[in-house]
């Protein structure tokens, strides 16, 4: 299984734009890259998934270069609703195939 | 809304007493469901894989007889933590893979069990 590394915290402040990356040097062909947020006492939620370059939803945007050894999770103007924990996992799209979670980012959104 | 359902979202109980968490799918069924243990300040560790119709798959360390999980039907999966001591004290959350080819997963509410 394909490990993950991540920042184990950032700090940012509301309104700015948050890049959190992730190094998952031993990739494999067939591993996709995905992100969830954890808010205090709550399960994860699924932030997005993406394969490779970028992909873009309604809450933030996935770049993935060339290699796919890393990952950066792009969350545009923070708000403090923001403040949480964000883990990547990779593995392949199949249920039983994405379950390890790494150490995770925890972001301090500031006023 | 939620498409995977925890009860209790909270538990205390006494020292050496079972306690069994509650995890429904809502809406969709789920042949496999997994079980997870966090603790504070701290990241999801994956306990137990379940499978409807058969036994669960446990990872390593992860003791079999002290977290029975049983997997009834395609929507609801139990986890019994028996005699419980106050080690066991976390926050045990399950999920359920989203239909199809997209290895996303769906996560309860969580569970905090405080052990006496």
């Known amino acids: 299984l394909a490990k993950t590394t991540q920042p184990i915290s950032m700090d940012s402040y509301e309104g700015q734009e948050v890049n959190i990356t992730c190094s998952h040097n031993?990739?494999?062909?067939?591993?996709?890259i995905t992100w969830y947020q954890q808010f205090p006492s709550q399960g994860p939620r699924f932030i997005i998934q993406g394969y490779k370059t970028k992909v873009t939803n309604e809450v933030a945007s996935l770049f993935i270069p060339a290699d796919r050894k890393s990952s950066t999770l792009s969350l545009p103007r923070v708000s403090l609703s923001d403040t949480a924990v964000y883990y990547c996992l990779v593995g392949e799209r199949n249920a039983g195939n994405m379950l390890t979670f790494g150490g995770g980012t925890r972001l301090m959104v500031k006023p | 809304g939620a498409v995977v359902s925890q009860h209790p979202s909270w538990v205390i109980c006494k020292s050496g007493t079972s306690v069994k968490i509650e995890c429904r799918s809502l809406d969709f069924q789920a042949t496999t469901m997994f079980w997870y243990r966090q603790f504070p300040k701290q990241s999801l560790m994956l306990m137990a894989t379940?499978?409807?119709?058969?036994?669960?798959?446990?990872e390593q360390g992860v003791e079999k007889d002290k977290f029975l999980i049983n997997h009834a039907s395609l929507t609801l999966s139990t986890l019994t933590v028996t005699s419980a001591h106050p080690e066991d004290s976390s926050f045990y959350i399950c999920?359920?893979?989203?239909?199809?080819?997209?290895?996303?997963?769906?996560f309860g509410e969580g569970s905090r069990l405080t052990v006496l």
């Open positions: 379940s499978n409807e119709g058969s036994k669960a798959t446990y």
């Open positions: 999920s359920a893979p989203r239909t199809g080819l997209t290895g996303e997963l769906f």
């Open positions: 031993n990739i494999a062909t067939n591993d996709y």
